[in-house]
């Protein structure tokens, strides 16, 4: 970006600031240290933003509407000079099939999903709801159902993932699930039907809901990767060869259980809600310790948000003000520079870039609150 466009940005930045209530009793982090946090994250990615508008690199415009969605979820105006540049970038990824990803990527629906949330965000006037409305459908198209040749009794049917010639996933799947709702579809459209019946099955949790061979294995309520072609968790199998639950996945899971329409008193939230009591913290991520940390931490707040909660009781009864305890372990992470990077690189958190989008998604669930 030229240094003019750097210097409106900026300048324009200095408004978008929580006020300071100064209560004793107010929920989340203080304003002051909010605010500071959260304007050394947007000028960061101001100046980590390529020419073309993209983020590390053009040929990953999943990393790219990340950021501008971490951007728009944080005050920056649609209009603003970053924002409009990599909104242009984003948008030069729309194919004619309706999807919005790189030519040669195998992550067609994360990419798409990702876009879709970046879109949405920026559509206030509407400019972008016939690229939205065109997206949904095609995220519909690569859902793992009959048309990949699957029963709906296949522990894959329902499932998105890293195209049709791999598993679905969990992952992918909490990606379809936000998109499909964010572009206006219902809990009793087949896609999110289908979803659901994916996501019952990724749980250690043996119902009329989940009869594979995982199922009663675990029994903990939380959730794991896949439980496709022969299953899989990123953090490990038991002993009976049952899939391990972790922070991650069961926060993206229980979050796509409610979009997909659950309610508090289904069994599969009941289920998810007591891992996330038993395990909840912010230090780690519960099951794979410093491997996607940001990630957990965009998901944890996300799904907070969505159970609107402001206090989190924990299974030994303990109140958590969740904002507060996440904003001030992001404070202390954050680098002098503004970033967040996570020194267990896998899943590519160690790109600056990425980590600072998840993790600036994650503060702007964590604005305080007076009572």
Not at 296 to 315: G, I, N, R
Request: glycine content about 10%; charged content about 20%; proline content about 3%.
């Amino acid at each position: 970006m030229s240094r003019l466009l750097k210097l409106l940005s900026i300048v324009a930045l200095l408004v978008i600031t929580v006020p300071q209530t100064g209560h004793a009793d107010d929920f989340g982090p203080d304003a002051a240290g909010f605010n500071k946090s959260r304007t050394q994250a947007i000028n960061f990615l101001r100046n980590s933003q390529a020419d073309d508008g993209s983020w590390t690199t053009a040929n990953a415009p999943g990393i790219t509407g990340l950021i501008v969605t971490s951007l728009l979820q944080s005050g920056v105006s649609i209009d603003d000079p970053t924002v409009a540049l990599g909104m242009k970038h984003l948008d030069s990824h729309a194919k004619k099939d309706g999807g919005i990803y790189f030519a040669k990527s195998n992550h067609r629906n994360y990419e798409t999903c990702i876009a879709i949330l970046a879109f949405n965000a920026a559509n206030q006037d509407g400019r972008y709801t016939k690229r939205i409305a065109a997206a949904k459908d095609f995220l519909k198209s690569l859902q793992w159902d009959k048309g990949e040749g699957l029963e709906s009794t296949d522990p894959g049917f329902g499932g998105a993932g890293y195209g049709k010639h791999q598993r679905p996933d969990m992952s992918n799947t909490s990606f379809l699930v936000e998109a499909l709702k964010t572009a206006g579809v219902g809990p009793d459209d087949p896609a999110m039907i289908n979803a659901l019946l994916f996501i019952s099955r990724s749980q250690n949790l043996e119902s009329e809901f989940n009869n594979t061979a995982f199922a009663a294995k675990v029994g903990d309520g939380g959730l794991y990767y896949t439980p496709a072609a022969g299953g899989s968790s990123q953090a490990g199998v038991t002993a009976n060869g049952g899939l391990r639950s972790y922070g991650s996945m069961t926060y993206a899971g229980l979050k796509s259980m409610i979009y997909a329409g659950l309610k508090s008193d289904d069994k599969r939230v009941k289920a998810a809600m007591g891992w996330m009591k038993k395990f909840y913290t912010v230090d780690e991520n519960p099951g794979l310790g410093m491997q996607g940390l940001y990630y957990y931490y965009h998901t944890f707040a996300k799904t907070m948000d969505v159970l609107k909660v402001d206090q989190f009781a924990d299974a030994d009864g303990t109140k958590h003000d969740w904002r507060k305890e996440l904003a001030v372990k992001l404070f202390e992470l954050q680098r002098e520079n503004g970033s967040w990077v996570n020194k267990a690189d896998r899943w590519y958190e160690g790109d600056p870039n990425l980590s600072t989008a998840y993790a600036l998604m994650a503060l702007s669930y964590c604005k305080p609150l007076s009572r």
